[in-house]
């Protein structure tokens, strides 16, 4: 009987501890248990470590190890080069963006010379407003002379006869008869070199790469000279320039010697067998003698390799007589072989066409006419005076 009950006191601790046990596992509250984590072989020894390729097993067997996976390195994509149109043509292209701020000056000039009545009244008129138009004073009066003259000749006129008179006297102002092409024809193994001067702010740099784009349309080799040291903005807008359609750009430390650079940008054309070297200068028009100085370096530098053909000086149109002013002093240091209007689609001054080139003795040869990268064109006389007309 003793051990009966002895065996019944077992199973009920036995279920006592079974029931507390359970009650701790599932009590509310308690955290799960976190999991196991996988066995994982123990890393290898770098000696060790299986080489890339075929690896003899035990028994002969013969196992391929694939190579390390390296991460793929990023790619660099170079600049497309651009192939800019051929500069024929672009300004009978751009003849509406002119005509649209030159039309006032025509229309308006029209409208008096097709008065039935031509008194001291209508042609101070016209006079005043081919002045206004920045024409010039001496340019002006010897229009309005020929034109009077002309008209008592003709006595009644008609519209066509009005424009007609128009057209041959602003033609005969700009001189149509004078050599507007840009001298970039190679010298045997040498490029022709052409120095781009100016004041900041006209657009010079600007200037230099947009004339880049045309000769390389033109299918010319070209090198670009940073000369302009004292601005870092001006080398790293040229080089811009110059990868988009392909053309190296030479340039050197910020503040450095503006001739070396143009020195080394000339070695450079020649050494590329290149067509062309443009070489932008500074435009700090501080004193006339500083800038003489400097200008003067930079073109003795340039010919103890090659010749300088071409001496642009760049203008803004939209500046009117002063403009002329900076033209005058630029004119005094280098010898100015033609001019770059830049901005004459923003002015209805067109007239600073003929003041500049009466000023300075040499012909307008480029003109901007737009934001836009081939929106330089070369001058035509008489695409120029029918925008002014119109049709």
Not at 62 to 91: C, F
Not at 276 to 300: C, P, Q, S, W
Request: proline content about 8%.
């Amino acid at each position: 009987m003793d051990g009966y009950l002895g065996v019944i006191v077992i199973v009920v601790v036995v279920a006592l501890l079974a029931v507390g046990g359970l009650f701790l596992l599932f009590r509310p509250g308690r955290k799960a248990a976190p999991p196991v984590p996988p066995p994982q072989a123990p890393p290898l020894p770098e000696e060790e470590k299986r080489p890339a390729g075929p690896v003899e097993e035990a028994g002969g067997a013969v196992t391929t190890v694939p190579p390390p996976i390296k991460p793929a390195e990023p790619m660099v994509i170079a600049p497309e080069v651009e192939v800019p149109p051929p500069s024929a043509g672009r300004m009978v292209r751009l003849r509406s963006r002119l005509a649209r701020s030159q039309s006032s000056l025509g229309r308006g000039l029209l409208e008096l010379l097709s008065r039935d009545r031509l008194d001291d009244d209508v042609w101070d008129e016209i006079e005043e407003s081919l002045i206004t138009a920045d024409v010039g004073v001496a340019p002006t009066r010897a229009m309005v002379e020929e034109l009077r003259t002309k008209v008592k000749v003709l006595g009644s006129r008609t519209p066509a006869e009005v424009r007609g008179l128009l057209r041959e006297q602003l033609l005969a102002q700009i001189n149509p008869d004078l050599d507007r092409s840009l001298h970039v024809q190679k010298h045997g193994e040498r490029p022709a070199v052409v120095l781009v001067v100016g004041v900041n702010g006209t657009g010079k740099t600007t200037t230099t790469g947009k004339l880049a784009r045309s000769l390389i349309g033109d299918g010319k080799k070209v090198v670009l000279g940073a000369a302009d040291t004292f601005r870092a903005a001006a080398a790293d807008q040229l080089q811009t320039w110059g990868e988009r359609v392909g053309a190296e750009t030479v340039r050197g430390p910020e503040g450095g010697d503006p001739a070396s650079v143009a020195f080394d940008a000339t070695a450079k054309g020649i050494e590329d067998k290149v067509d062309v070297v443009i070489v932008d200068t500074a435009g700090r028009l501080h004193t006339k003698t500083g800038l003489m100085d400097e200008l003067g370096k930079v073109k003795r530098v340039i010919e103890k390799k090659a010749t300088v053909d071409e001496v642009l000086l760049v203008l803004d149109a939209t500046t009117g007589q002063n403009g002329m002013r900076q033209a005058q002093v630029f004119a005094e240091v280098v010898n100015i072989t033609g001019i770059a209007l830049t901005k004459l689609d923003g002015t209805a001054k067109g007239g600073i066409v003929i003041s500049v080139q009466r000023e300075l003795g040499v012909p307008v040869k480029l003109v901007g006419l737009g934001e836009g990268p081939d929106d330089l064109a070369p001058f035509d006389p008489e695409v120029f005076v029918d925008a002014i007309l119109g049709d």
